[in-house]
């Protein structure tokens, strides 16, 4: 069934479009025609959705509007493409850069060309710096030992001083070139460990001395094959990161003390907006009425007995519980304090909320949100007091201490929002946690803060997801969208 | 005016000429979906004149406004017609004895006993009026799905009647203070307007206008303070152009050529009007440092 609306759908587009065609592309110039359809293409890449009637209507308000003011064309094409005012500023910077001057272009074209031509250098470069002759006993040159760097830490690495970066890998040599006692292996790994910890000591220099302010926005968009047509959204991407709104989309972990006020105002609005949608859909209750014939009697007796006016049972409405286990080990931290923001601004809808806190084990935070403090107080009072802020990960334990203590919270009406990045031991232990609780509530999701990109490197995700609902979750973003379109949608 | 010669100067003379002073941006959106025969969609905070534009549309075309207050649990029968329930029952009550059920049946199923709401009233409409559906977030979803069926085709069957199709396209307006995100179906339908507060220079300009006896110094001020109380406070409702206005009037008539720490101290209440609002204001931003704020100098 479906799948034929899907076709006729399809179908109807595919005539919407020839129509188009012979209407439009048959007269000779097509200039606009062909640039507005392009720059439709650009803003669906950027998640704006646009159909093809609107594009339609676009060509047709352009006939109507003088196309040589820019202003104008601007005002058009937002106003039959763009009706998403969260998303306005998407539209702003692609219409800024789709239709820049010819020299802008070429500007960027140039600016695009040196970056990558930069990167490339310093890749190369931290490939170098990472690769070491180890010379076997008689000082002859072996063997090659190279090391590989993520991606985050390729980015610090390079924001160290020559002198910094020259210690780090002079300290590595030196070790690598020593034969004495150990395994080679062994000599390997603690390298590597080593590398990791250097650059993360570093990560905490950078930020505590604001060096690091420009933070990772993960505003990331799929290449499309076409080169032009990336180079554009990448230049889009790189503008959005640079703006305001910016916040929207960058990774939680990684928005800074400066910016925490601009992220409460954001939280609280989209906390608000849901709240406001959730609330319309419990407060509803014109479905499935049966009359109440008491009362409808009773107020019908001045009508003579004819029923006139009905009076209605009404249905109880179940507000749902909200059961939030959050990851607060070490870099998860951050991620845990929004979401539990975020859902504490939801208070006004859902019956209640149970909040927890794990990392090596877990402890019960509900209480602190019962003294009617403001909220920026309570989190402050939790990362002091408890003991489990920011430590190590140990899920299985965690989730056990919850099933031995706290059972009895678990019911047919509760949903939990397991905030983790699924790093922890024992997974098969966890997994059979996780199925006993799943038993026992209305849904289980799971707001994952490792990029779904990277899912298929941890094994045991798997194993998690097939017993909840498993949604990335980085950016404020995701958590909108999550909440917005999974959370209480069933 | 006809709408099938208007230019976007003439829509730009109306506009100044019924005193609505607007962004560029509003006059061009509102002349497309004019020409275009689409209903246009103006989202926005409350109080930035989104109603106005109706108003303002209905005076220039010299045609009848037809409102429509959304609210939650509105439904057909309130939009689009009902029949007149009492008055059947009556007529079936009086007329028990003598006519025949079928007669009677198609007696009390005219048009008499037909109550037509505000959609039904607009097609049925002699002439092209200006419909306003105010609010449309404040609407069901449902409804929102019937709404954009009307919208689109402008004909509705009353199955006792037949169909009722519009002589006259009427001009339609929807409001929406983004309470919740609209369908994609209505958006697709419309011309999408959003209207931020105005700018300060903007904001002068509307008090100039409405409230003329407010000096040129207070106004100034006046526009300034509300901006940066707009801009600065986190607030549940922000102050509202209306307001503004409201202010300024109360300024005029306690004769204040300027702003000061004293002045508004005692008119506070006319710019916030939730508790928890003014508490925010004394707390974080304070009479006296809105009376610096509008200094000329600074920053």
Known sequence: ?490 | MELEQLSIEDLRKGFTESGYISEEEVIVTTYLALRLGKPLLVTGPPGVGKTEIAKVLSKMFNTELIRLQCYEGLDETRALYEWDYKKQLLMIQMGKEGKRESDLEKSIFSKEYLLERPLLKAIRADKKVVLLIDEIDKADEEFEAFLFEILSDFQVSIPELGTVSARHIPIVILTSNNERDLSDGLKRRCVFLYIDYPTVDKEVQIINAKVPQAGEKLSEEIAQAVNHIRSHLDIKKKPSVSETLDWTRSLALLNADRLSEEVINQTLNIIFKDEDDLEAFRQHLGSEELYKVVQPGHK
């Open chain 1, 1 to 490: 069934m479906d799948n034929q609306v899907k076709s006729l759908e399809e179908q109807r587009n595919t005539e919407i479009w020839d129509l188009m065609l012979k209407q439009r592309w048959a007269r000779s110039g097509n200039y606009i025609e062909n640039n507005l359809v392009k720059f439709v293409q650009v803003l669906r890449h950027l998640g704006i959705r646009v159909s093809s009637s609107e594009t339609i209507d676009a060509l047709r308000a352009l006939e109507l509007v003088n196309i040589n003011n820019k202003q104008a064309v601007k005002t058009t094409l937002r106003a039959l493409l763009s009706k998403d005012i969260e998303k306005q500023i998407l539209f702003d910077k692609a219409f800024a850069i789709f239709f820049s001057s010819p020299e802008e272009k070429e500007q960027r074209f140039l600016e695009g060309l040196r970056r990558k031509k930069e990167q490339e250098r310093q890749a190369k470069q931290i490939e170098q710096d990472f690769t070491f002759q180890r010379a076997d006993t008689e000082g002859e040159a072996a063997e090659e030992v190279k090391f590989d760097l993520t991606e985050r830490q390729k980015e610090l690495y390079t924001k160290l001083s020559r002198d910094d970066q020259e210690k780090l890998t002079e300290f590595v040599n030196q070790v690598i070139q020593t034969h004495r006692e150990g395994s080679f292996q062994r000599k390997i790994s603690f390298l590597q460990n080593f590398i990791r910890g250097t650059l993360n000591y570093w990560e905490k220099q950078l930020r505590q001395n604001g060096m690091e302010e420009e933070s990772q926005v993960a505003f990331d968009l799929d290449p499309t094959g076409d080169e032009e047509m990336d180079q554009l959204l990448e230049d889009v991407a790189e503008q959005v990161r640079a703006s305001e709104q910016a916040l929207l989309y960058e990774d939680m972990k990684t928005i800074g003390e400066r910016d925490l006020p601009k992220a409460t105002v954001i939280i609280k609005r989209l906390a608000k907006k849901l709240a406001s949608r959730i609330s319309r859909r419990y407060r509803r209750t014109k479905k499935s009425q049966r009359i109440e014939m008491r009362r409808s009697i009773r107020s019908n007796i001045r009508y003579g007995g004819t029923m006139l006016d009905l009076k209605y049972k009404i249905k109880k409405i179940e507000k749902p519980k909200i059961l939030l286990v959050c990851d607060v080990s070490g870099s998860m931290s951050r991620y845990a304090s929004f979401v539990i923001q975020f859902m504490y601004g939801l208070s006004s809808v859902v019956k209640e909320i149970e909040s927890f806190i794990f990392s090596d084990d877990l402890e019960r935070v509900t209480p602190y949100f019962k003294k009617q403090r403001p909220f920026e107080q309570t989190m402050f009072t939790i990362m002091n007091e408890s003991q489990y802020w920011g430590g190590g990960t140990n899920l299985n334990k965690s989730l056990l201490t919850f099933m031995d203590k706290y059972k009895a919270l678990l019911t047919p009406t509760t949903r939990i929002i397991l905030v983790s990045d699924a790093k922890t031991t024992k997974p098969q232990e966890t997994e059979k946690s996780l199925q006993e609780m799943r038993e026992m509530v209305k849904d289980m999701i799971w707001l994952n803060t490792l990029p779904k990109g990277e899912w298929g490197s941890v094994e045991h995700l798997a194993l998690f997801r097939k017993h909840c609902r498993m949604f990335e979750c980085y950016t404020l973003a995701h958590l909108e969208n999550v909440m917005k379109e999974h959370f209480l949608s069933s």
